[in-house]
């Protein structure tokens, strides 16, 4: 920025003080303006300054080339050499300057940012924070859609008559003899009834409609604010990205359910464990980036100074979080191929510390994705890892300066990797029962959830 005072010139180097800057504003305080101003700046933007600045005595621009001095307005097609901007503004030039400040324009170097107020800040977080909310629903709803099994109850996919559930005897008669063409019901479920069938198809009907609540919850108060112009530019492409990936998730939900209809080769159907990983993954990632975004909306502003030692603690605090992701994901090939009920001891795997049948298939990189040995494996040493790291980390923030907030956000870490922990364990132990696992999968994404808020702690301190 090149600030001018009443009556004072300051001349600064244009490229290195916005050299990221694409197109510019001015910011007009009480007795001065903050011209913004880039190397791509084009001769269209000059013109519009000198025009806006130039009609009152004493205020006008000068612009430096380093070779020459030429006065607006300025006949170039972008500064892409070193250049400077002078500007001045006598004393006598206040009034001139008060005008100035109520004027704008909508582009050029001269337009005046436009910031969105702080209660529309607001309500925006708080919209981003209840489609988050609702995403950790729709988790939680899976979750429990494929511990009962009832994923394959709906073999068909249509966005809008898919809504209507059947209703009379005929119309679910006719549903269950659609199932019935389904490898589920050939190999497992050949005694099902049509009323052990409603529970079933009301699971996987439910998730779906979910799902499409969330679009709607998303999508119709997204192009509301977009109107209302409650969503700056920088937001926007996020926004369209958490859009694009709520659509693509419903599309790779169907994909994966595509899997389980298809004949096994082993007598027992079931999605691929590939499928199932990257529609978990990619839940996990727009919940993260919803609640990221959202927390960063509402929250206010820290004010603790950041240090060398917060700065570490931060790069540690976004580590950790990638962690439980990881770890988080690593669950999803477990749950795939039901390796929980291939080792239920623990410390131990069996009599052994580390099992014989690790690398039993060819090639070997394919045990770490279908060996349900390696995979059960894999994810009780990412989960020991994940809590290592995360007690480690709140142990060495003992000793630094932390506002309420963000002592309060590593305390629930902390704390909730202990609990996720000890319903891993408790779940493998007890042969995976329904409603544990299940409690299992949500304290994965309640980790997560704190690991972000400590993340975003963190992040708003001003460096």
């Not at 700046?41 to 806006?52: G, P």
């Amino acid at each position: 920025f090149v600030q001018v005072g009443v009556g004072r010139v300051y001349t600064v180097p244009a490229p290195n003080m916005l050299s990221r800057v694409a197109s510019g504003g001015a910011l007009f305080g009480r007795n001065c303006f903050r011209l913004c101003a880039s190397p791509g700046s084009s001769t269209r933007h000059l013109k519009q300054f000198a025009k806006l600045s130039g009609g009152a005595r004493g205020v006008g621009v000068t612009l430096h080339t380093g070779v020459s001095v030429l006065s607006t307005p300025v006949k170039c097609s972008g500064w892409n050499i070193p250049t400077l901007l002078k500007l001045s503004a006598p004393k006598q030039n206040i009034c001139r300057l008060a005008q100035l400040r109520q004027t704008t324009t909508a582009a050029g170097v001269a337009s005046a940012a436009r910031q969105v107020p702080p209660y529309a800040q607001k309500v925006v977080g708080s919209w981003l924070l209840i489609s988050a909310g609702m995403v950790f629903g729709a988790v939680a709803i899976g979750g429990l859609t494929r511990l009962t099994e009832s994923g394959l109850s709906m073999v068909d996919w249509h966005l809008i008559k898919g809504m209507k559930p059947p209703r009379t005897q005929k119309e679910w008669e006719d549903y269950f003899n659609m199932y019935k063409e389904s490898p589920q019901w050939k190999y497992q479920n050949r005694e099902m009834t049509v009323q052990e069938f409603k529970f079933i198809f009301y699971m996987e009907w439910f998730h779906r409609m979910w799902g499409r609540s969330i679009g709607i919850v998303y999508l119709l108060p997204a192009a509301y604010f977009l109107r209302k112009g409650w969503i700056t530019k920088a937001m926007k492409p996020r926004v369209a990205a958490f859009g694009g990936l709520l659509v693509f998730q419903g599309l790779l939900g169907w994909f994966m359910v595509k899997s389980g209809l298809e004949e096994p080769g082993d007598d027992i159907p079931r999605v691929s464990q590939y499928r199932l990983a990257a529609h978990l993954g990619s839940a996990f990632l727009l919940y993260v980036g919803l609640l990221w975004t959202g927390l960063l909306h509402v929250l206010p502003r820290q004010k603790l100074e950041m240090t060398k030692q917060i700065r570490q603690l931060s790069k540690f605090a976004h580590g950790t979080m990638a962690l439980v992701f990881f770890t988080a994901l690593s669950g999803a090939f477990v749950a795939g191929l039901d390796a929980g009920l291939v080792y239920n001891s623990y410390p131990k795997f069996g009599d052994r510390w580390i099992p014989d049948d690790l690398f039993t298939f060819d090639p070997k990189w394919k045990n770490i994705f279908e060996n349900t040995t390696t995979v059960q494996f894999n994810h009780r040493i990412l989960g020991t890892t994940t809590a290592t790291a995360i007690l480690s980390l709140w142990v060495w923030s003992r000793r630094l300066k932390l506002t309420p907030r963000a002592n309060l956000a590593l305390h629930c870490l902390a704390g909730m990797s202990v609990v996720q922990v000890t319903l891993g364990i408790s779940t493998l132990l007890l042969y995976v029962p329904t409603w544990l696992a299940s409690w299992h999968q949500m304290g994965s994404l309640t980790l997560l959830s704190f690991a972000v808020w400590l993340a975003t702690e963190l992040k708003k301190l001003p460096k």
